[in-house]
């Protein structure tokens, strides 16, 4: 398995999504594409529940978490991204940093970001996806506040763009 993988299976084959070299492995992911685009966090928690492993891919020990662009305080514009241990590691104090801004180059602390929001929203999010079928109207309210909390380039606003 890996989160970033070089196969995929198709019609009982496995096809290569991007070049492999000889002495690459083959990989393929356990995760439907919308898990898939989840944060690193989402994943590994799925995984575990549903395949009894802790994912280490190259993915997954990444120190940032590309899935988990959200708006930056500062500039309001949806690039802050979060340094991934941080949110595995509950000792992380207030004062480290733990996301910066491509565009206006600031730095926050854990204190300036949404993170109790984008619990909340992501449990949501992953209930609405587990129903499969969603009313609509309840799609639409879920979308407009990961809009307004998190922005457009979060995990859960592509999420939501699926259902």
């Not at 594409?33 to 190259?58: D, G, M, P, V």
């Not at 929203?121 to 309840?138: C, F, I, N, Y």
């Not at 309210?141 to 979060?154: I, M, P, S, Y």
Request: aromatic share 6%; hydrophobic share 35%.
């Amino acid at each position: 398995h890996s989160c970033c993988p070089n196969s995929v299976f198709l019609a009982g084959c496995v096809q290569a999504l991007k070049p492999i070299r000889p002495d690459d492995m083959i990989t393929v992911s356990y995760l439907q594409n919308e898990t898939l685009i989840a944060s690193t966090k989402f994943r590994r928690k799925y995984l575990a529940q549903s395949y009894q492993f802790h994912c280490e891919c190259s993915r997954c020990v990444r120190t940032i978490d590309l899935s988990r662009i959200m708006r930056c305080p500062a500039c309001k514009r949806c690039t802050a991204v979060w340094g991934l241990s941080l949110t595995l590691d509950s000792s992380s104090t207030d004062t480290e940093i733990v996301a910066s801004c491509f565009l206006c180059n600031t730095s926050h602390q854990r204190s300036s970001m949404p993170l109790a929001e984008e619990a909340s929203l992501e449990k949501e999010v992953g209930q609405m996806q587990t129903l499969g079928t969603a009313h609509l109207p309840s799609i639409h309210d879920l979308q407009a506040r990961v809009l307004d909390k998190l922005g457009g380039n979060h995990w859960t606003a592509a999420a939501l763009h699926k259902l």
